[in-house]
C-alpha cells in the first residue's frame, strides 16, 4: 500500500507540473491545441477524483479503473502532443 500511495503522489505532483507548465506552453505556442488540453484536464481531474478514493479506501476495482484511465490518458497525450512538444525544443 505505501508503493502505491508514493505512485499516486508521484502521479499527482506530475499532472500539477503538466498544469503549471507544459500545458500553458503547449497552449500559448499551439492554440490549435487547446482541446486536447481540455481534455487532457479533465483526464486530470477524474484521475485526481479516483486518487482522492484510493487513498480514503483502496480498492482492486478503483485501482482498475485508475490503470485503465492512466493507460488512455497516456496514449492521447503522447499521440496528440508529441509532435508538438518535440517543436519546443
Request: proline fraction near 3%; hydrophobic fraction near 45%; glycine fraction near 4%.
Amino acid at each position: 500500500m505505501v508503493k502505491c500511495l508514493a505512485f499516486c503522489g508521484a502521479l499527482e505532483r506530475h499532472h500539477t507540473g503538466e498544469e503549471r507548465g507544459m500545458f500553458r506552453v503547449l497552449a500559448a505556442k499551439h492554440p490549435e491545441l487547446r482541446p486536447v488540453i481540455d481534455e487532457l484536464r479533465r483526464d486530470h481531474e477524474q484521475i485526481a477524483e479516483i486518487l482522492r478514493r484510493v487513498a480514503a479506501a483502496p480498492s482492486r476495482d478503483e485501482l482498475a479503473g485508475l490503470a485503465a484511465l492512466m493507460e488512455s490518458h497516456f496514449t492521447y497525450e503522447e499521440r496528440k502532443l508529441v509532435e508538438a512538444l518535440n517543436r519546443l525544443r
